[in-house]
Each structure stands twice: as C-alpha cells, then as structure tokens.
C-alpha cells in the first residue's frame, strides 16, 4: 500500500482514500459488530448510518408478503451498505440483515451527508461501487431466474469466500436456501454433492471451502462476470 493511503483499514473504499481524507473522516466513523442475523436496515424506516464492514457480510435482501426471502445482493468489504443515501433516498424497501459475523465502520447519515461531497475521492469511489453494486444485482436476477441450483450455490459461496477473506466460515443450509429463494431440502442436496467432489466440507452450520478452483469449475458464469466488473471499476484484488 502506497505511503499515502491510509493503512491496516479493512474496508477496501476506506483503504483506496488518500491519508488527508481518511484521517478527516476518522473521527466521524464508529466501530460496530455485525452479529449473526443482525438487521441493519428495516424495510421503509429511516436509514440512521451508512456501513463500511471491514469483515462479514451484509445481505440486501427482498422480502414479500407471504414471508419468502432473496437476495438481491451482499455487501462486504469491498463496500459500503447504504447506497440510498448516496443516491439522495432516505430508506429503502428491502431488509439489510447480516448474514456472517464480522465488524464494522459506521457513519451518521447527517454526517455523510455533509462529508462526502463531489469534490471528494470517496465520492468519485462510491459512483463506481454503485455501478458494480447495481451490475450484481442484476446479474443475481438473471442467475436467480435462468441457472440450476447447484451453479448459483457455487456462486454464492465464492462472492461469501471473497468477503470473508478465510476459508471457514459459519453459514446454515436454512440461511443459504432464504439467499437463494429456494427450499431448504434443495440446498442439502447440493451441499452433499459439493461434499462429496470434495469442493466443501459441511458440518453443524460451518461451511470449508476445500477445492477454490474446482467450486469455481461448478458455477454458473454469473460470478466471474460480477467480479470482473468490480475488478475493473474498483481494482481490487
């Protein structure tokens, strides 16, 4: 990292600022746990903070009316969870829930507001971010409509592997079914044939990612189109 970017910062925004402004922004950014299953943001309330996880996920996740979850997208820490206030909205209509545990830089809606302006160098990162935010988004409507279960599995775990930054992780075949919009019973089965290539090792809700290469083999290509396009608007690694 570049004697001018600030250092041993998680969050690959924050990391990507110059010293000067990192350092103007410190002050304004608390450090917050994200526990398991934690909602971040309710659905049509006010958005209080803007979230930058150094580790852990956010999922965006949209719920209907009979209870029936999907996920939308997942923040990690390439990121920041709050990309409404950065378009001008005041809340959104999905839920924000964390769905692996990890920490957190949080900002006051008020204060980002007043600091992140266009003058700014996170400003011009976060018009990036959210183009690739909104690239994943639809690339997960399009995987979630047209691919078998088994490939968007694959995918979903590695966008997970990316975030978390370490091959174990806890995550249970309930929550994964809930991001997936499928049935539980469907994910077991792919869970056992991923055990069984000896790609994953499955126990009591912690999921090992044995084989990278052979689960990037298994997915569809929605993941690598989606990492490509953060790769190439953010640069990162």
């Known amino acids: 990292m570049s004697k001018d970017r600030p250092h041993l910062i998680e969050n690959q925004l924050l990391s990507a600022l110059p010293t000067e402004e990192y350092k103007r922004l410190l002050p304004n950014l608390e450090f917050v746990s994200l526990n398991f299953k934690q909602i971040i943001y309710a659905p049509d309330e006010p958005l209080e903070y803007v979230y930058f996880p150094k580790s852990g996920i956010i999922s965006l996740v949209n719920v209907t009316e009979d209870g029936r979850t999907v996920e939308a997208a997942m923040v990690g820490n390439e990121g920041m969870a709050g990309i409404p206030v950065f378009l001008g909205a005041d809340k959104m209509p999905a839920l924000a829930i964390s769905q692996v545990v990890g920490d957190a830089l949080r900002m006051k809606v008020d204060v980002f507001k007043r ?62 079914s809930q991001m997936l919009g499928v049935r539980r019973a469907s994910v077991s ?5 991923l055990q069984k290539a000896g790609l994953i090792r499955y126990s009591r809700g912690k999921i090992t990612i044995c084989d990278r290469q052979g689960l990037e083999s298994a997915s569809c290509e929605c993941y690598q189109v989606v990492k490509e396009e953060f790769d190439r608007l953010l640069g990162t690694p």
């Open 115 to 176: 600091e992140v302006t266009p003058s700014t160098s996170l400003y011009k990162l976060l018009l990036r971010y959210t183009q690739a935010l909104l690239n994943q988004i639809s690339q997960s409507v399009a995987c979630n409509c047209l691919h078998p279960v088994e490939g968007r599995c694959c995918r979903w775990l590695l966008m997970c592997h990316d975030r978390v930054k370490s091959d174990q992780f806890m995550l249970t075949q309930e929550l994964i």
């Open 189 to 193: 089965e792919v869970a056992a044939t």
